[in-house]
């Protein structure tokens, strides 16, 4: 799309689709997290939630019928970790299917010996290449309480999001150079097996103990405790907070 009709489109869609006060009022009354930043900052955020909520395709399954103040809840998180990246980093999709609770998928691995093993897994939320982004609506609406546990799961998915944009569900995500490529692998690498050693020997820590499933899981599990539980990530994974404040652009424990 051309640069002019991009920027045109978008002020026609703020001028006239702006989320209305009393929705994104109620959305930040959920979700306190939100509001942890500046004036201009949420004056942002808002902006983007409602380009988000033009550019993408709601889909309730089983009966849920997913209305505005539902879908805002949604954008609003889906962009905090998009706030200074921008919505270029959601291109690839366009369908986010909302459950009710959570999904019971069938898997099936292959262990070393080539024997074929199938098993469920509860999913409360799941990004695919090029879509749909699937959520748990019982996840969403909880991400007010959970927050104090460093969960979300609307942040979690759309990290992946951000992960996979480079073709890649692996960790590391498109940077601007060698140097921060570079950088990210060595902290990430390094964070990620001190935290899975914790794993290990059965401490205690701030990120769920999924986050060691993979160095993608790792990404996204730290990433929503960035956002919504700061300084407490921040306490626990120094190293760790200053990487992923450099690269979202954000400083979320300055404010909270």
């Not at 997290?33 to 955020?45: G, I, P, Y």
């Not at 889909?59 to 990246?85: F, K, R, S, W, Y």
């Not at 205690?204 to 929503?224: C, G, H, I, K, N």
Request: glycine share 6%; charged share 25%; net charge negative.
């Amino acid at each position: 799309m051309a640069g002019w009709f991009k920027r045109w489109r978008e002020a026609r869609t703020l001028q006239h689709r702006a989320i209305p006060d009393a929705l994104w009022q109620l959305a930040l009354a959920r979700f306190p997290f939100l509001t942890w930043r500046s004036e201009a900052d949420m004056a942002r955020l808002r902006e983007l939630a409602t380009l988000f909520l033009d550019a993408k395709e709601f889909h309730g399954v089983q009966g849920l019928e997913v209305d505005d103040l539902m879908a805002v809840c949604i954008a609003t998180q889906a962009c905090l970790p998009a706030l200074n990246l921008g919505l270029d980093w959601y291109d690839g999709f366009v369908g986010i299917v909302v459950h009710a609770d959570v999904v019971v998928a069938q898997r099936e691995m292959v262990d070393d010996d080539g024997v074929v093993h199938h098993f469920e897994e509860e999913l409360s939320g799941e990004a695919m290449h090029g879509g749909p982004v699937m959520l748990s609506w019982r996840d969403v609406e909880d991400a007010g309480e959970s927050a104090a546990e460093g969960y979300n799961v609307v942040i979690h998915e759309f990290v992946h999001v951000m992960d996979m944009r480079d073709g890649l569900a692996d960790g590391v995500p498109a940077l601007p150079d060698r140097a921060a490529q570079e950088e990210w692998i060595q902290v990430m690498a390094d964070e990620y097996d001190r935290f899975c050693d914790r794993i290990d020997a059965d401490e205690y820590t701030l990120l769920d103990p999924y986050a060691a499933e993979a160095p993608e899981e790792f990404f996204a599990v730290a990433s929503e405790a960035f956002f919504v539980a700061p300084r407490e990530f921040q306490a626990e994974h120094p190293a760790l907070y200053t990487l992923l404040a450099k690269f979202f652009q954000q400083d979320p424990a300055a404010f909270h």
